[in-house]
């Protein structure tokens, strides 16, 4: 099972307690350690969470250092974590624009947890699924014929997976909005869309059990007449 999650709401959360939205970016952290968890509990094979997004990079230098920071904060912190858990940790998105320091912090956790067998935990940073889907096709112009299986290892290729591509079951988006924002576009063709009002910093285990129970009641047919069953 493969679960995506646009983790959104937490400038918002911070507003509404009048805090500055760093603070809210600071629970959203800890909320992320909760899921993550609690995901690799359930057995959950895949876990993709859009953490910096490439139209991010217009917020506020703050901000946008202050994301930064919580990702070497996490890398270097949970790793060990991950390890203990059998979770292995994968960075996905352009590097060309990350420092060298968060670089070589991305490269070193990837390669600690990289004979992990359980939980793949995929981390988007500088994501756009516009500009995978562009690449791919620039980089198939090369020659050859293109088919779909083709295609999905380039686009692996291009986002730096771990491992080879495979569809999302469930996408899950917080903060009340209802849109994809350029997440996992090609992977999310025949995903399950769970969209809830809870902003990230309240998105605890609970609601993450819910989100599993509403699509495990899902049917799922991908055209056909005879839903496939769930594994919620």
């Not at 600690?112 to 889907?133: E, F, H, K, N």
């Not at 989100?211 to 899902?218: E, N, V």
Request: net charge positive; proline share 2%.
């Amino acid at each position: 099972m493969h679960i995506a999650i646009i983790m959104d709401g937490n400038g918002r959360w911070a507003t509404r307690r009048y805090l500055p939205r760093t603070a809210g970016h600071r629970a959203g952290a800890k909320t992320v350690n909760c899921i993550v968890e609690a995901a690799a509990r359930r057995g959950v094979d895949t876990l993709s969470l859009y953490a910096f997004s490439s139209a991010n990079w217009q917020r506020p230098k703050r901000e946008v250092s202050a994301l930064f920071t919580l990702l070497r904060r996490y890398l270097l912190s949970q790793t060990q974590r991950c390890l203990d858990q059998s979770i292995r940790i994968n960075l996905i998105g352009r590097r060309d624009r990350l420092s060298s320091t968060l670089l070589e912090l991305i490269e070193r956790s990837e390669e600690a947890t990289a004979r992990c067998s359980g939980m793949l935990l995929r981390i988007a940073v500088d994501y756009s699924a516009q500009y995978s889907l562009v690449e791919t096709c620039r980089r198939l112009q090369l020659g050859g014929e293109v088919d779909r299986e083709r295609f999905r290892d380039h686009l692996a290729d291009v986002d730096r997976s771990a491992a080879p591509i495979s569809e999302v079951d469930l996408l899950i988006r917080t903060g009340g909005e209802k849109r994809l924002s350029d997440f996992l576009l090609w992977e999310c063709a025949y995903a399950e869309l769970l969209f809830v009002d809870s902003l990230w910093p309240d998105f605890d285990e609970q609601a993450f059990e819910q989100a599993l129970d509403a699509f495990a009641r899902r049917d799922r047919r991908y055209g056909q007449i005879t839903a496939r069953v769930n594994h919620g």
